[in-house]
């Protein structure tokens, strides 16, 4: 079983800054990872699939990178509504398996 | 436009089952997967199980199998999730999703708005 694992759990910074998140996997999962957005009371928002792609209307500050076991998710300039949480995804063997998150807050 | 909309929150005994729905419109309900992922109060996210709306064919996480039951309903364009053997770590709120392809990327575009599920003596 696939462990993904994400660091820092805590991210502080201020806006306009930038954010770079990690996720590692236990073994490849070649390209096939997502990142999603979770902001308190809401369901999550898919940002990234395929470790590069941005899915539909996702602004372009969110880059996906990477390739089988480390990958990384950037956001250029952070804006305010960008604080939140942030979950890797990996999918694989028709299974679906998230990481912990990384909590992107104000510093 | 797609949405999924959820069952309400439910408070059940340790033991019990409960079954939740999710009922997407917008889009031809057999055409893609429908998840179902959970999150614990102040935790991450878990995915449960999904089903491929037109053959009924499903699949979980190891750690559900025997314990949760997908199904749909084609002629409401319904999906179900249902737990059993509840425990108190089974309270969380479960998310139904729809995936992001119809060739089944296992990636989630498009969420309802979550059922609370409380395990409660």
């Known amino acids: 079983e696939i462990v993904l694992t994400q660091s820092p759990a805590t991210l502080s910074l201020s806006p306009g800054e930038r954010a770079t998140l990690s996720c590692r996997a236990s073994q490849t999962v070649y390209s096939y990872l997502a990142w999603y957005q979770q902001k308190p009371g809401q369901a999550p928002r898919l940002l990234i699939y395929d470790a590069v792609n941005r899915a539909t209307g996702i602004p372009a500050r969110f880059s996906g990178s990477g390739s089988g076991t480390d990958f990384t998710l950037t956001i250029s300039s952070l804006e305010p509504e960008d604080f939140a949480v942030y979950y890797c995804q990996h999918r694989g063997n028709w299974l679906g398996t998230f990481g912990p998150g990384t909590k992107v807050d104000i510093k | 436009q797609v949405q999924l909309v959820q069952s309400g929150a439910e408070v059940k005994k340790p033991g019990a089952s409960v079954k939740l729905s999710c009922k997407p419109s917008?889009?031809?309900?057999?055409?893609?997967?429908v998840h179902w992922v959970r999150q614990a109060p102040g935790q991450g996210l878990e995915w449960v199980g999904a089903?491929?709306?037109?053959?009924?064919?499903?699949t979980q996480a190891p750690k559900f199998q025997g314990r949760v039951t997908v199904t749909r309903d084609t002629s409401t364009s319904t999906v179900y999730m249902e737990l059993s053997s509840l425990r108190y770590d089974d309270t969380a709120v479960y998310y139904c999703?729809?995936?992001?392809?119809?060739?089944?990327?296992?990636?989630?575009?498009?969420w309802g708005q979550g059922s609370l599920v409380t395990v409660s003596s």
């Open positions: 089903i491929n709306p037109s053959t009924g064919g499903t």
């Open positions: 917008g889009y031809t309900f057999t055409a893609y997967y």
């Open positions: 999703a729809r995936d992001k392809d119809t060739v089944t990327a296992f990636y989630f575009d498009h």
